[in-house]
């Protein structure tokens, strides 16, 4: 039986797919049964269910809708670099499902009633799952803390700063007492800027040869290495975001050995890009933490293999085209990567043999669920149905206009990468179809 992308039935079978399951990616073609929004059944081989249509996935990989721990999408208050709308269109066609968005709007998401706002503007767009982070201290100021317990009846996941750092080091600690007894994790932008001062990219060898001011990784890794042992002594949830050093790879790889309760995650432009990229003076690479030197990018890189860093985020933020157009020291820091973070994986990390496929997925959708304790990230009977199909063979070069985000400040603009989301369904409904 027939049916068209845009008229998705209640009850349909999904066919010829390979299935993605806890880190792992089946041999033989398998099926998924969907039926009002949750999955009936899958395994493999193909069922005869008489009168429920299907779709033949051609051979593609089914998995579970990604799941990304850190985007901004800048609203309320900057809507030119992203909305709530556009965002979650950009997250569909990364094939993400759920995202965690962080605190760092104008105004600051510092109490329930934001919270609340973003929950509903993503219902609204209805495209993805928005949990969204809060903040440490009203105005991330740094001083004071908010009302934690009130933000997370009304549904946040997580308490961060966002880019800005926890500078006073008691306020960190009580942030991880309470939040403990609330379940949550403090997420930790790990910079000491009494160390980085005023710096624009890595601190060393190309930043002394463009006359740059560089960025020790020095703050990076006191920055961890503080907040680790208040994860200790507090007993809270530390996770650690979008790790860049070998230094700070180490500090987190002992506190788990230990049994600190620490996670931590990284962005794909960390286990792909170094430095050198900036010598051309772009202010697409211009980022914080800043792309450091190669054998950090071979630290992160191996410890996403033996599991010390625990995801992969986006660390989707959007900037105006007009911003990334200043200076690389004037022009400010950041990159989008919904639509990427999967593609990059797959190029850098899959197809070098760092990970399979398997285990990259599983960095992209199961560990985050598990990490920020949310819905969806697997494919097991009974789940809502959250998932995609992609071809983790097919190349494709990143272009401006092939982006659904409102911002177009990508690291990987220009570079041809392997891995396409073809089609992103939530909740059993179609969100996202590459129609190319």
Not at 56 to 63: E, I, M, N, S, T
Not at 88 to 96: I, K, L
Not at 98 to 117: F, H, K, L, Q
């Given at each position: ?15 010829n ?22 999955i ?19 051979g ?13 999408f ?13 965002g ?6 990364g094939?993400?499902t759920?995202?965690v ?22 219902r609204e ?7 969204p ?7 991330r100021l740094g001083?004071?803390?908010?009302e ?7 549904g946040?996941?997580a308490f961060?700063?966002d ?5 006073n080091?008691?306020l960190?600690s ?13 997420i930790?932008h ?7 001062g ?7 060898y190309?930043s ?5 001011a ?12 503080r ?10 949830h530390?996770?650690?975001a ?12 002992q506190?788990?050995?230990?049994g ?6 990284t ?17 697409l ?8 030197e190669?054998?950090d990018?071979?630290a ?5 293999a ?7 985020a ?7 085209g ?5 200076q690389?020291?004037?022009a400010?820091?950041g ?16 197809n ?5 496929l ?25 789940a809502?149905?959250?998932f ?19 911002s ?9 990468l ?15 179809h590459?129609a190319?």
């Amino acid at each position: 039986m027939e049916w068209s992308w845009q008229r998705i039935p209640a009850e349909y079978l999904v066919t010829n797919v390979r299935l993605c399951r806890n880190g792992k990616l089946a041999k033989r073609k398998g099926f998924l049964h969907v039926r009002k929004g949750r999955i009936e059944g899958l395994g493999m081989g193909q069922p005869s269910l008489e009168g429920v249509p299907v779709l033949d996935g051609a051979g593609l990989v089914c998995a579970p809708g990604l799941v990304d721990t850190r985007v901004s999408f800048r609203e309320p208050g900057n809507e030119q670099m992203e909305t709530v709308a556009a965002g979650s269109r950009a997250a569909a066609a990364g094939g993400f499902t759920a995202v965690v968005t962080m605190s760092g709007t104008e105004p600051v998401i510092d109490n329930s009633g934001m919270v609340r706002y973003l929950i509903d503007r993503g219902r609204e767009a209805g495209l993805c799952r928005i949990h969204p982070t809060g903040a440490v201290s009203p105005g991330r100021l740094g001083e004071g803390m908010c009302e934690y317990g009130d933000m997370v009846a009304a549904g946040a996941v997580a308490f961060s700063d966002d880019d800005v750092p926890v500078a006073n080091g008691g306020l960190m600690s009580n942030a991880l007492k309470l939040t403990r007894v609330l379940g949550v994790p403090v997420i930790t932008h790990a910079e000491d800027r009494t160390i980085v001062g005023r710096g624009a990219m890595h601190g060393g060898y190309w930043s002394g040869r463009l006359g740059l001011a560089g960025m020790a990784r020095a703050g990076e890794d006191a920055a961890v290495f503080r907040d680790v042992e208040l994860a200790r002594a507090t007993g809270g949830h530390l996770h650690v975001a979008h790790v860049s050093t070998k230094g700070a790879v180490e500090i987190i790889r002992q506190a788990k050995a230990a049994g600190v309760q620490v996670t931590a995650e990284t962005a794909p432009h960390y286990f792909s890009l170094d430095h050198s990229r900036c010598r051309d003076f772009s202010p697409l690479y211009k980022v914080n933490p800043p792309l450091r030197e190669p054998d950090d990018v071979n630290a992160v890189a191996e410890a996403l293999a033996d599991g010390t860093l625990d995801n992969i985020a986006s660390d989707h933020m959007p900037n105006t085209g007009t911003e990334k157009e200043y200076q690389f020291d004037q022009a400010p820091f950041g990159a989008i990567g919904l639509e990427t973070s999967l593609a990059v994986g797959i190029t850098y990390l899959v197809n070098s043999g760092i990970l399979d496929l398997g285990q990259l997925i599983s960095c992209l959708s199961e560990k985050p669920a598990r990490i920020f304790d949310l819905p969806g990230g697997r494919l097991e009977e009974g789940a809502e149905a959250d998932f995609v199909l992609l071809d983790p063979d097919r190349t494709w070069t990143v272009t401006a206009d092939s982006f659904q985000s409102r911002s177009t400040n990508s690291a990987f603009l220009g570079e041809t990468l392997s891995g396409r989301v073809l089609a992103t369904f939530l909740r059993g409904r179609l969100t996202w179809h590459d129609a190319d």
